[in-house]
């Protein structure tokens, strides 16, 4: 996407981040769900539709649903983290202080970390 074609999104991301009053005429959705559903794994029911966004009658305003509560049961999942080999010279740096030999490799390093 051109940076022309971004700047209301590019003023509205830099309003939040500085936690500045929103701009009158500007709608605000508050997601207290995910706004889009993961494909349910094999042998687990369904998720439902409650607690998504729904319009008034007041010209299609979203209203904030209602709150489901938390489901007890929560999915684990082990993930083992790996580096990657473009990056171990550069966490080394950051863990160690410590450089490759090379001044190039060297200099790179510095710069991306």
């Not at 009658?57 to 999915?75: C, D, M, N, T």
């Not at 171990?88 to 740096?93: G, H, K, M, S, T």
């Amino acid at each position: 996407m051109f940076p022309a074609q971004n700047l209301i999104a590019d003023e509205l991301s830099n309003l939040a981040a500085k936690r500045k009053p929103v701009p009158p005429g500007t709608f605000v959705e508050y997601l207290t769900q995910p706004s889009v559903k993961p494909k349910p794994a094999a042998g687990t029911p369904s998720t439902s539709t409650q607690g998504a966004p729904t319009s008034s009658s007041r010209g299609g305003v979203l209203e904030q649903p209602r709150r489901e509560p938390i489901p007890r049961k929560h999915a684990i999942m082990f993930v083992e983290g790996t580096t990657p080999p473009w990056a171990e010279d550069i966490l080394q740096y950051l863990r160690d202080h410590t450089l490759p030999e090379d001044d190039k490799q060297a200099e790179r390093v510095t710069r991306q970390a």
